[in-house]
């Protein structure tokens, strides 16, 4: 996956109001890190049923950050956590570690 | 309008309040992160109208509505299109947002809202014609199929299908468990899970949170066993 991390759905949904945008992008940086860290318990204790309801809750930062082809890959993973196999969860890490990186930086 | 946000994710909530400040027809009135601190709330007020997150720990959006005796009109909002088909099951439920949500797309949703609003006012005419009746025709192999109501003691959603199971036979039928819910006589019937009706009169034994009926042993969603409780002769 190429896609970068954007601010294009915020943008477009704030229409240019500032603080709006400051005010979202405090709750993704208090929030992704915490749904990251319950995932990775999750993924450790074996439950992967809850680490597929983590990687759904997931699925909507992913989406705000317009990472559409990575929505796609977090779907795919979320299904097939829940069918008992966890077989992505390098990629997903990446995943994550690319958003948190974009919003500490934003 | 007024309405309330329930949803367990903050970043959620302050979109949809975004969302609802640049429509002129909403107005906010509360937000809660989950369902139980909503459902205290709509003790001792109203809303006209909830967004609603269907994934949420403990408590789901579906269980949230069943616990609502007269629930305002809902608008879902969900990461997952998948429930889309049992969104269709329940009247309240106007539409149906996928995350992220777009303006256009809100506005469209309430937009919705508003209509329903002013249709709702109509009278129910219909509701008690058929629930009299001793018989229940089902439509298996384009041949209209007699069943004693009587002889029903569970009703099992399968999909698109569900299993009416009586002591001589069961019918798999198209059909949803809101519909045939409306068909049968409210005082002996009861849904009790989100996917299962039974017939209260059937029952052998209740344990913790399943119900012994006939062979079957039958789940009782959290939010439906007080009115199960209710309908008991208890000593």
């Not at chain 1, 979202?24 to 318990?41: G, I, Y």
């Not at chain 2, 909830?50 to 069943?66: A, C, E, S, V």
Request: with cysteine; proline share 3%.
């Amino acid at each position: 996956m190429d896609e970068q991390p954007n601010l294009s759905y915020i943008h477009q949904l704030s229409g240019g109001d500032k603080a709006f945008e400051a005010r979202l992008m405090e709750v993704v940086k208090r929030e992704l890190p915490e749904e990251s860290q319950t995932w990775r318990d999750n993924i450790s204790s074996g439950n992967l049923d809850d680490a597929a309801s983590s990687v759904h809750k997931l699925k909507h930062k992913i989406s705000i950050l317009g990472l559409e082809e990575s929505y796609r890959f977090a779907e795919t993973y979320e299904d097939e956590l829940r069918e008992g196999f966890n077989i992505r969860q390098e990629e997903f890490e990446k995943l994550l570690q690319l958003m948190l990186s974009f919003v500490k930086r934003t | 309008m007024k309405c309330l946000i329930i949803d367990d994710e903050a970043t959620a909530r302050l979109i949809i309040q975004q969302l609802i400040e640049n429509n002129k027809h909403v107005e906010m009135e509360q937000e809660f992160p989950n369902a139980m601190q909503a459902i205290k709330f709509l003790n001792q007020n109203s809303a006209d109208l909830i967004f609603l997150d269907i994934h949420m720990p403990d408590f789901t959006g579906f269980d949230f509505i069943q616990t609502l005796k007269n629930p305002p009109n809902v608008i879902l909002t969900t990461s997952d299109k998948s429930f889309a088909i049992e969104a269709f099951e329940y009247d309240c439920i106007v539409d149906y947002l996928v995350k992220p949500i777009t303006q256009e797309r809100f506005d469209k949703a309430v937009q919705k809202a508003l209509s329903s609003k002013a249709s709702s006012s109509k009278p129910e005419v219909e509701s008690d014609l058929n629930k009299t009746d001793n018989d229940l025709y089902v439509n298996i192999d384009r041949r209209l199929i007699k069943i004693d109501i009587s002889s029903i003691y569970l009703i099992e959603a399968k999909g698109d299908y569900i299993t009416i199971k009586t002591f001589g036979k069961n019918y798999t039928v198209h059909s949803t468990l809101k519909k045939i819910e409306e068909k049968l006589p409210q005082d002996i019937f009861l849904k009790i899970h989100r996917s299962f009706i039974i017939n209260t009169k059937k029952i052998i034994d209740i344990e913790d949170n399943s119900v012994l009926i006939e062979k079957d042993v039958i789940p009782v969603s959290r939010s439906n066993r007080p009115e199960l409780m209710k309908r008991l002769n208890l000593l």
